[in-house]
């Protein structure tokens, strides 16, 4: 089953209450958080506070991307903070099987996050550990940018990778991620969606719901 996960950082900052409300009439399955250093990727968004206050708010479980260079000192924070889903980079990390294990102790499902010019094989040694892969279609740190179709391929590899070794591993796309990119990335094996300003966050008067099932539809 398609799953969609809102981008919230893409949400008007002003309201995420609101934001967050109108996220769970329309039946979002995750709430989307990118977390950014400003070294890692050249932007700085959303901080650990911020998903604590966000978490209280709603039920809808957090899938939370580290875009972080040596994320590890912030494990046991983000797992209290309500981290559900922890995907991190494999390039910002010294030793990536320490890391996905300390991410489970503490009650997380460990994820790799994997950037455009990343070879999908880094995950070969530890794909039988993680729940979750988010593949970028787009270089990381800025919505709004193109989709890049290579990637298509590279969701193929990991799918027909993770049906060998982890059949129950989640593929998340983000990027340009829209009705037009939606039925490529399900055909090469995406099922979780990051839905921001190409699908979802569209204005105040954006029908959330109708959007949601527009994309899981396009999915089918």
Request: aromatic letters at 6%; a negative charge.
């Amino acid at each position: 089953m398609i799953k969609v996960s809102a981008s919230i950082m893409c949400g008007n900052s002003l309201k995420y209450g609101e934001e967050l409300k109108r996220l769970e009439e329309a039946n979002v399955d995750m709430i989307h958080f990118d977390m950014m250093d400003g070294s890692y990727v050249s932007n700085i968004a959303m901080g650990i506070y911020l998903l604590e206050d966000m978490n209280k708010a709603t039920d809808i479980p957090f899938d939370v991307h580290m875009a972080v260079w040596e994320p590890s000192p912030f494990y046991e924070t983000m797992a209290k903070a309500g981290a559900d889903y922890l995907c991190i980079h494999p390039e910002a990390v010294r030793h990536i099987h320490r890391d996905v294990q300390r991410i489970r102790e503490l009650g997380m499902k460990p994820g790799i996050a994997i950037n455009p010019s990343t070879n999908h094989g880094v995950l070969r040694e530890i794909i039988q550990d993680i729940d979750l892969v988010t593949v970028m279609t787009v270089d990381p740190g800025f919505a709004g940018q193109k989709f890049i179709t290579s990637q298509l391929e590279k969701i193929k590899a990991i799918r027909e990778m993770a049906n060998k070794f982890n059949p129950d591993l989640l593929i998340s796309v983000d990027g340009n991620i829209n009705t037009t990119t939606i039925p490529q990335c399900v055909k090469y094996g995406a099922d979780v969606l990051v839905a921001g300003t190409s699908s979802i966050f569209k204005g105040e008067d954006a029908d959330y719901k109708k959007l949601v099932l527009e994309m899981k539809d396009c999915g089918k």
